[in-house]
């Protein structure tokens, strides 16, 4: 996806916009925390859909994905090989050793936020706890240069620099997956620009104050490839190796970054 011109600027909300959207995003967060309680091995993820958008309608929100370009779910539910939108269903079910990514959206009072994790079900292999770590680090090292002043891929180079970084950290080989990244964010969930997850920096829009994005590095163990699924929605490594994902809805400050989905 291009730049368009007229995008010179991430444009900024103002702090009233970032504590509202923040409210949206407290919801997510307690959502994701309490579909995580809920998995274990025996559960659907249709099941722990209906977790979701119980809890995300108990706070007086409603789930953004629901319904959002035809989605059925409250939830992404993605398994193992599963990179992002996997739809919930009655025959997916939970067993020890998988990696679950649950990536969820809340919208309140007309602003949305958006946040994804992913966990293992009782006792995941070695590599594939290194993947998962690594992957969190990843959001976290380069959601840091979501600053005023920087540039769009100022962000991209930061996750890609990050995730060289987190191989040698954790000791685990990690493929970016090609075509898939972030976004802009606010009253709709999916708004220019996109984010690539790698890039060389000082490119694109700029960001100021109060510039809101989704973060979210999706890492393979295997390859960058990926295939769509039949049903037009689930996204799987093309090799078969398991996937994580990590996204935070973030604004740039004065003071730093602000995470806008926090998980208390």
Known sequence: MGFRRSHKVIRGKSPAELDAMQAAGEIVGKALQAVKAAAKPGVSTLDLDAVAEATIRDAGAFPT?????????????SVNDMIVHGIPDEKTVLKNGDLVSIDCGATLDGWVGDSAWTFGIGEIAEDVRKLNEATEFVLYEGLKAMVPGNRLTDV??????ATRAASAKFGVPLFIVDGYGGHGIGHEMHEDPYLANEGRPGKGPSIEVGSTLAIEPMLALGTVDSYVLEDDWGVKT????F???WEHTVAATADGPRILTPRY
């Not at 959002?68 to 409250?74: I, K």
């Not at 991209?156 to 620099?161: G, N, P, R, T």
């Open 156 to 161: 991209s180079w930061a996750l890609e620099d």
């Open 65 to 77: 994905f629901k319904g959002y370009g035809g989605f059925p779910g409250s939830i992404c539910s």
């Open 243 to 245: 996937a994580s994902h």
């Open 238 to 241: 093309l090799d078969g190796s």
